[in-house]
Protein backbone atom coordinates (compact mmCIF):
# COMPACT_ATOMS: atom_id res chain seq x y z
CA UNK A 1 0.00 0.00 0.00
CA UNK A 2 0.44 3.94 0.15
CA UNK A 3 1.93 5.34 2.83
CA UNK A 4 2.93 8.83 4.24
CA UNK A 5 4.27 9.25 7.66
CA UNK A 6 4.74 12.61 9.31
CA UNK A 7 4.89 13.36 13.29
CA UNK A 8 1.74 14.46 14.66
CA UNK A 9 2.94 16.97 16.42
CA UNK A 10 6.00 19.39 17.47
CA UNK A 11 6.86 22.11 19.15
CA UNK A 12 9.73 24.71 19.06
CA UNK A 13 10.65 28.08 20.45
CA UNK A 14 10.79 31.35 18.42
CA UNK A 15 13.84 31.68 16.59
CA UNK A 16 14.96 28.51 16.88
CA UNK A 17 15.45 25.82 14.03
CA UNK A 18 13.04 22.66 13.61
CA UNK A 19 13.76 19.82 11.49
CA UNK A 20 9.82 17.97 10.36
CA UNK A 21 10.47 14.63 8.67
CA UNK A 22 8.26 12.47 6.54
CA UNK A 23 8.51 9.33 5.07
CA UNK A 24 6.87 7.63 2.50
CA UNK A 25 6.28 4.34 0.92
CA UNK A 26 4.28 5.24 -2.72
CA UNK A 27 4.21 2.99 -5.86
CA UNK A 28 6.97 4.76 -7.79
CA UNK A 29 7.72 8.93 -7.48
CA UNK A 30 7.04 12.03 -9.24
CA UNK A 31 7.71 14.60 -6.80
CA UNK A 32 7.18 15.77 -3.34
CA UNK A 33 5.61 18.72 -1.93
CA UNK A 34 5.56 20.52 1.23
CA UNK A 35 2.39 22.96 2.30
CA UNK A 36 1.94 25.29 5.08
CA UNK A 37 -2.16 25.22 7.01
CA UNK A 38 -2.91 27.19 9.76
CA UNK A 39 -5.43 26.41 11.42
CA UNK A 40 -8.93 26.87 9.39
CA UNK A 41 -7.78 27.95 6.04
CA UNK A 42 -6.17 26.32 3.09
CA UNK A 43 -3.09 24.88 2.54
CA UNK A 44 -0.23 26.67 1.06
CA UNK A 45 2.11 25.57 -1.47
CA UNK A 46 6.03 25.84 0.32
CA UNK A 47 8.16 23.73 -1.63
CA UNK A 48 8.67 20.91 -4.63
CA UNK A 49 11.11 18.23 -4.58
CA UNK A 50 12.03 15.22 -7.19
CA UNK A 51 15.78 15.02 -7.15
CA UNK A 52 17.73 14.09 -3.89
CA UNK A 53 19.01 16.76 -2.38
CA UNK A 54 18.70 20.69 -0.35
CA UNK A 55 15.73 23.19 -2.30
CA UNK A 56 16.40 26.38 -0.23
CA UNK A 57 13.79 28.94 -0.39
CA UNK A 58 14.42 31.86 2.64
CA UNK A 59 13.98 30.59 6.22
CA UNK A 60 12.61 27.38 4.73
CA UNK A 61 14.50 24.08 3.25
CA UNK A 62 13.22 21.12 2.06
CA UNK A 63 15.33 17.90 1.44
CA UNK A 64 14.52 14.63 -0.37
CA UNK A 65 16.18 11.19 -0.22
CA UNK A 66 14.81 8.72 -3.03
CA UNK A 67 16.78 6.05 -1.78
CA UNK A 68 15.49 6.00 1.47
CA UNK A 69 12.11 7.40 0.65
CA UNK A 70 12.59 10.05 3.19
CA UNK A 71 11.99 14.20 3.13
CA UNK A 72 12.32 16.88 5.72
CA UNK A 73 11.48 20.33 6.33
CA UNK A 74 13.98 22.78 7.59
CA UNK A 75 12.37 26.24 9.40
CA UNK A 76 14.89 28.79 10.96
CA UNK A 77 14.60 31.73 12.70
CA UNK A 78 10.79 30.72 13.50
CA UNK A 79 8.32 33.16 13.93
CA UNK A 80 5.18 32.76 15.85
CA UNK A 81 2.92 33.14 12.54
CA UNK A 82 4.73 30.16 11.16
CA UNK A 83 2.48 27.94 14.35
CA UNK A 84 0.59 25.84 11.47
CA UNK A 85 0.57 22.51 10.23
CA UNK A 86 2.95 21.46 7.28
CA UNK A 87 1.57 18.87 5.33
CA UNK A 88 3.74 16.59 3.18
CA UNK A 89 1.89 15.43 -0.17
CA UNK A 90 3.87 12.70 -2.88
CA UNK A 91 3.04 12.00 -6.45
CA UNK A 92 3.68 8.59 -7.36
CA UNK A 93 2.83 6.62 -10.47
CA UNK A 94 -0.65 5.29 -9.99
CA UNK A 95 -4.04 6.91 -10.59
CA UNK A 96 -2.82 9.62 -12.80
CA UNK A 97 0.05 11.28 -10.84
CA UNK A 98 -2.34 12.00 -8.13
CA UNK A 99 -1.19 13.10 -4.53
CA UNK A 100 -0.88 10.68 -1.81
CA UNK A 101 -1.25 13.20 1.22
CA UNK A 102 0.31 12.60 4.88
CA UNK A 103 -2.00 13.79 7.76
CA UNK A 104 0.13 16.78 8.94
CA UNK A 105 2.42 17.81 11.69
CA UNK A 106 0.91 20.43 13.83
CA UNK A 107 4.12 22.93 14.63
CA UNK A 108 3.70 24.96 18.20
CA UNK A 109 5.85 27.54 18.72
CA UNK A 110 6.36 28.81 22.24
CA UNK A 111 7.89 32.22 23.06
CA UNK B 1 -7.01 38.44 -7.14
CA UNK B 2 -9.59 35.44 -6.55
CA UNK B 3 -7.48 32.28 -7.04
CA UNK B 4 -9.67 30.02 -5.94
CA UNK B 5 -13.42 30.84 -4.58
CA UNK B 6 -15.85 27.98 -2.60
CA UNK B 7 -19.11 28.97 -1.19
CA UNK B 8 -20.76 28.34 1.18
CA UNK B 9 -18.12 28.62 3.73
CA UNK B 10 -20.66 26.77 6.15
CA UNK B 11 -23.39 24.29 6.38
CA UNK B 12 -25.34 22.53 8.23
CA UNK B 13 -27.16 19.57 6.69
CA UNK B 14 -29.74 16.99 7.67
CA UNK B 15 -29.48 13.22 6.98
CA UNK B 16 -30.75 12.69 3.47
CA UNK B 17 -30.40 16.00 2.13
CA UNK B 18 -29.00 16.99 -0.67
CA UNK B 19 -26.59 20.39 -1.29
CA UNK B 20 -23.91 21.43 -3.91
CA UNK B 21 -20.65 22.69 -2.72
CA UNK B 22 -19.74 25.46 -5.50
CA UNK B 23 -16.20 26.73 -6.54
CA UNK B 24 -14.97 28.62 -9.35
CA UNK B 25 -11.44 29.74 -10.11
CA UNK B 26 -10.10 32.64 -12.44
CA UNK B 27 -6.46 31.26 -13.28
CA UNK B 28 -7.56 29.42 -16.55
CA UNK B 29 -6.28 26.23 -15.00
CA UNK B 30 -7.18 23.25 -16.62
CA UNK B 31 -6.91 20.53 -13.60
CA UNK B 32 -9.35 20.91 -10.84
CA UNK B 33 -9.53 18.88 -7.61
CA UNK B 34 -12.21 18.30 -4.90
CA UNK B 35 -10.48 17.13 -1.59
CA UNK B 36 -11.88 15.98 2.07
CA UNK B 37 -10.32 16.82 4.99
CA UNK B 38 -10.52 14.86 8.37
CA UNK B 39 -9.18 15.45 12.06
CA UNK B 40 -5.97 13.38 11.79
CA UNK B 41 -6.22 12.45 8.09
CA UNK B 42 -4.29 12.91 5.07
CA UNK B 43 -5.99 15.14 2.12
CA UNK B 44 -8.32 12.36 0.44
CA UNK B 45 -9.42 13.28 -3.16
CA UNK B 46 -12.57 12.83 -3.86
CA UNK B 47 -13.08 13.50 -8.00
CA UNK B 48 -10.97 15.40 -10.13
CA UNK B 49 -10.97 16.85 -13.62
CA UNK B 50 -8.24 17.45 -16.43
CA UNK B 51 -10.59 20.10 -18.32
CA UNK B 52 -13.78 21.33 -19.38
CA UNK B 53 -16.42 17.84 -19.71
CA UNK B 54 -13.98 15.53 -18.18
CA UNK B 55 -13.94 14.36 -14.28
CA UNK B 56 -13.15 11.11 -12.60
CA UNK B 57 -13.12 9.36 -9.75
CA UNK B 58 -10.43 9.71 -6.60
CA UNK B 59 -10.26 7.74 -3.61
CA UNK B 60 -13.20 8.53 -1.86
CA UNK B 61 -16.01 9.18 -4.47
CA UNK B 62 -18.81 7.54 -3.08
CA UNK B 63 -22.14 9.38 -2.19
CA UNK B 64 -20.64 12.51 -4.16
CA UNK B 65 -20.66 13.86 -7.94
CA UNK B 66 -19.15 16.82 -9.93
CA UNK B 67 -19.92 18.26 -13.31
CA UNK B 68 -17.34 20.57 -15.03
CA UNK B 69 -19.04 22.27 -17.98
CA UNK B 70 -16.71 25.34 -17.90
CA UNK B 71 -12.54 25.25 -17.19
CA UNK B 72 -14.22 27.56 -14.13
CA UNK B 73 -16.25 26.02 -12.11
CA UNK B 74 -16.29 22.61 -10.79
CA UNK B 75 -19.35 21.86 -8.26
CA UNK B 76 -19.29 19.15 -5.91
CA UNK B 77 -23.01 17.31 -5.35
CA UNK B 78 -23.57 15.29 -2.34
CA UNK B 79 -26.81 13.68 -2.48
CA UNK B 80 -28.42 11.94 0.62
CA UNK B 81 -26.08 13.35 3.41
CA UNK B 82 -24.63 10.87 5.82
CA UNK B 83 -23.20 11.57 9.09
CA UNK B 84 -19.71 10.14 7.29
CA UNK B 85 -20.10 13.15 5.16
CA UNK B 86 -19.14 15.58 7.72
CA UNK B 87 -16.12 17.17 7.28
CA UNK B 88 -13.99 20.03 5.47
CA UNK B 89 -13.73 19.79 1.70
CA UNK B 90 -11.53 21.85 -0.45
CA UNK B 91 -11.87 22.90 -4.07
CA UNK B 92 -8.24 23.04 -5.38
CA UNK B 93 -6.90 23.99 -9.28
CA UNK B 94 -3.51 23.33 -10.76
CA UNK B 95 -1.95 24.58 -14.08
CA UNK B 96 -0.02 20.88 -14.93
CA UNK B 97 -0.22 17.61 -12.96
CA UNK B 98 2.61 16.59 -15.33
CA UNK B 99 4.91 13.54 -13.92
CA UNK B 100 8.12 15.63 -11.89
CA UNK B 101 6.00 19.03 -12.73
CA UNK B 102 6.58 21.49 -9.40
CA UNK B 103 2.89 23.49 -10.48
CA UNK B 104 1.56 23.77 -7.10
CA UNK B 105 -2.26 23.61 -6.47
CA UNK B 106 -3.92 26.35 -5.04
CA UNK B 107 -6.69 25.98 -2.43
CA UNK B 108 -9.99 27.37 -1.56
CA UNK B 109 -10.74 28.76 2.17
CA UNK B 110 -12.48 25.67 2.39
CA UNK B 111 -16.16 24.62 3.26
CA UNK B 112 -16.96 23.21 6.76
CA UNK B 113 -19.80 20.54 6.46
CA UNK B 114 -22.09 19.61 9.39
CA UNK B 115 -24.57 16.27 8.77
CA UNK B 116 -26.88 15.71 11.77
Known amino acids: GQNIDQPTEMTATEGAIVQINCTYQTSGFNGLFWYQQHAGEAPTFLSYNVLDGLEEKGRFSSFLSRSKGYSYLLLKELQMKDSASYLCAVRGLDSNYQLIWGAGTKLIIKP | NAGVTQTPKFRILKIGQSMTLQCTQD?????MYWYRQDPGMGLKLIYY???????DKGEVPNGYNVSRSTTEDFPLRLELAAPSQTSVYFC???????????????FGQGTRLTVV
Open chain 2, 49 to 55: SVGAGIT
Open chain 2, 27 to 31: MNHNY
Open chain 2, 92 to 106: ASSYSRSPGSGTEAF
